[in-house]
């Protein structure tokens, strides 16, 4: 079956410093993934869609000069939260849509904490 | 725009009981539908999915959902439950020309051996 990575898993960081998420598509190729936030007992909040070769998609509110988005390749799409605020911990689900179908397919999520 | 609602919040359930789930969208073109399941610590997976055709859909686990397009309604059933069916599911609709997918608030599902 399908299957999406995303690294790292987990991640603490200072306040005001950058982390990269990686998500990648491990034996399929996806022009488009999409990124989430899953706020603690509530659903996925899309926050972008992130194309191959062009500038990513980001859902109302969504701040796009916070949350970089990098898709470089037709398997590998960058997460990066700029200047990070302990209200910027999440946890962070990236998806991937097979070019051929409609359905996506998850990563395990990545746990931000920002101290 | 695309919308989902789903009803439930918290359904608990003891083995061998009937599970419906219900699920309500808001487009009135084409749609694509699915459930996902989110097992304790484990990432979302898809359970099923419709896009066109019989509109009775059956996927893993002996889970299955009927379109109903009169209702806008996807609900999702399963005839006897078991104690590891416990997960959260989540109703997501995907309209015609949008690449992105709504997802509901999710369904926590506590199935009691």
């Known amino acids: 079956g399908a299957v999406v990575s995303q690294h790292p898993s987990r991640v603490i960081c200072k306040s005001g410093t950058s982390v990269k998420i990686e998500c990648r598509s491990l034996?399929?190729?996806?022009?488009?993934m999409f990124w989430y936030r899953q706020f603690p007992k509530q659903s996925l909040m899309l926050m972008a869609t992130?194309?191959?070769?062009?500038?990513?998609?980001?859902e109302q509110g969504v701040e796009k000069d916070k949350f970089l988005i990098n898709h470089a390749s037709l398997t590998l799409s960058t997460l990066t939260v700029t200047s990070a605020h302990p209200e910027d911990s999440s946890f962070y689900i990236c998806?991937?849509?097979?070019?051929?179908?409609?359905?996506?397919?998850f990563g395990p999520g990545t746990r931000l904490t920002v101290t | 725009a695309q919308s989902v609602s789903q009803h439930n919040h918290h359904v608990i359930l003891s083995e061998a009981a009937s599970l419906e789930l219900g699920c309500n969208y808001s487009?009135?073109?084409?749609?694509?539908l699915f459930w996902y399941v989110q097992y304790p610590g484990q990432h979302l997976q898809l359970l099923l999915k419709?896009?066109?055709?019989?509109?009775l859909v059956k996927g893993i686990k002996g889970f299955e959902a009927e379109f109903i397009k009169s209702k806008f309604s996807f609900n999702l059933r399963k005839p006897s439950v078991q104690w590891s069916d416990t997960a959260e599911y989540f109703c997501?609709?995907?309209?015609?020309?949008?690449?992105?997918?709504?997802f509901g608030t999710g369904t926590k599902l506590q199935v009691i051996p």
């Open positions: 998806s991937a849509r097979p070019d051929a179908g409609y359905e996506q397919y």
């Open positions: 034996d399929f190729q996806a022009t488009t």
């Open positions: 992130s194309n191959e070769g062009s500038k990513a998609t980001y």
């Open positions: 487009y009135g073109g084409t749609v694509n």
């Open positions: 419709y896009f066109s055709g019989d509109p």
């Open positions: 997501a609709v995907n309209s015609g020309g949008y690449q992105k997918v709504t």
